[in-house]
């Protein structure tokens, strides 16, 4: 049998970290696509207006839901305990985002079926869901991890979950849902400042700064309760980065702010949540002073930053149970087999470049600016 070059512990770490980077991915590429549907009713008022928006984003969403997919696949195969107990706890959360992302392609097709400003209004509003709703949840359940999730594990390690849909919508993980809707906004008030024109780009520029400091003063808000107002989690027994995954095997105690714990002992994790407001501030910015690029950029580093800020503070858990704390799923004793984690590596290594080169070449392609004059020449305009 051939030795696998990469020993268990490693693999585990670069698979969460690659976990990492796919949902960045995610939330970056496909988070200006929710930004502008969330902001389509607002920042355009007339029918033309709204086609502008429409024919931004249209394009291009459909292929920034790959990263949303290679996301799930890799909960998948990588962390099947993960995929398990979060898929069946957060079931109707999901079920929501999914609904909610269906609206977007029926509402693009279906819109400009039909000269009648009452059905073009109704599926505006079908298509603000669409970007609101996947952006608010996906930060609930994000807040909701921090908070702990009510899920144990059997003796054969089957999860069974013990809280409904509306336990998930407690102070805190709305806050962190505000706080996702808002650097979405942020994002996709960018791109539109970016690559609109007129009345348009002066009310994304507006809706783009304001959420920018929204999404600051709750990012903080967030952490201060993390800090001071949030029970965190501690593995309080040794675990082995090579052994078998055995999320049972250890033992778990909540503690008055151990999610800031890893950043006392590793000071370069402040990076993150730098990151975070810096990137706010240079998108406020840049959208203040018409610096397209510092903008799209500031608000991609900001939602690195604040993405990577939950992670980082989690480290080493995945997904902390609030109710069997002995059953939370951590990098070390959630992930799949050893040979698999490296198959799948190998796989990843080809495929992700591909992916990338992929997604940079119909950026680019796609690129320049959109108005009505340019959807007015092109027949395959929404």
Not at 141 to 156: M, R
Not at 355 to 367: C, G, H, N, P
Request: with cysteine; aromatic share 14%; glycine share 12%.
């Amino acid at each position: 049998m051939h030795t696998i070059p990469l020993d268990y512990e490693t693999l585990r770490l670069i698979w969460w970290l690659l976990l990492g980077v796919l949902l960045i991915g995610f939330a970056i590429a496909d988070g200006y696509d929710l930004g502008v549907g969330t902001l389509l009713p607002f920042a355009a008022r007339t029918d033309e207006e709204r086609r502008i928006l429409i024919n931004l984003v249209g394009p291009t969403w459909e292929g920034n839901q790959v990263w949303l997919i290679l996301g799930g696949g890799a909960i998948f195969a990588a962390w099947p305990a993960l995929y398990a107990a979060s898929f069946s706890g957060f079931y109707l959360a999901m079920i929501a985002i999914l609904l909610a992302l269906i609206l977007r392609p029926v509402g693009f097709k279906f819109r400009g079926k039909v000269y009648d400003p009452r059905w073009r209004e109704a599926w505006d509003w079908c298509l603000f869901v669409g970007g609101f709703v996947p952006a608010l949840i996906s930060g609930v359940a994000v807040g909701n991890v921090l908070l702990g999730v009510p899920f144990g594990l059997d003796e054969t390690l089957r999860p069974h979950y013990d809280g409904n849909f509306f336990g998930l919508l407690s102070p805190f993980a709305l806050l962190a849902g505000l706080v996702s809707v808002g650097m979405v906004v942020t994002h996709g008030a960018a791109v539109i400042a970016a690559r609109c024109e007129g009345p348009v780009a002066a009310r994304a520029r507006t809706y783009g700064g304001l959420a920018a400091i929204a999404t600051a003063a709750l990012f903080a808000l967030g952490g201060l309760w993390v800090a001071f107002g949030l029970d965190g989690y501690v593995v309080t027994s040794a675990q082995d980065a090579f052994g078998p995954s055995n999320p049972l095997g250890k033992t778990v105690t909540q503690e008055s702010g151990a999610w800031m714990a890893n950043y006392g002992r590793h000071p370069w994790m402040a990076i993150a949540p730098i990151l975070g407001f810096v990137g706010l501030a240079l998108a406020f910015v840049g959208l203040a002073f018409r610096l397209w690029k510092t903008s799209i950029l500031g608000s991609s580093a900001a939602i690195f930053g604040i993405i990577s800020t939950a992670g980082l503070s989690l480290f080493p858990f995945l997904l902390p149970s609030s109710i069997q704390p002995g059953a939370s799923l951590t990098v070390w004793d959630a992930s799949s087999s050893h040979l698999t984690l490296f198959v799948m590596l190998i796989a990843t290594v080809i495929f992700l470049p591909l992916i990338l080169a992929y997604t940079v070449w119909v950026y680019r392609v796609m690129s320049g600016p959109v108005t009505a004059t340019s959807i007015g020449r092109n027949p395959n305009a929404y």
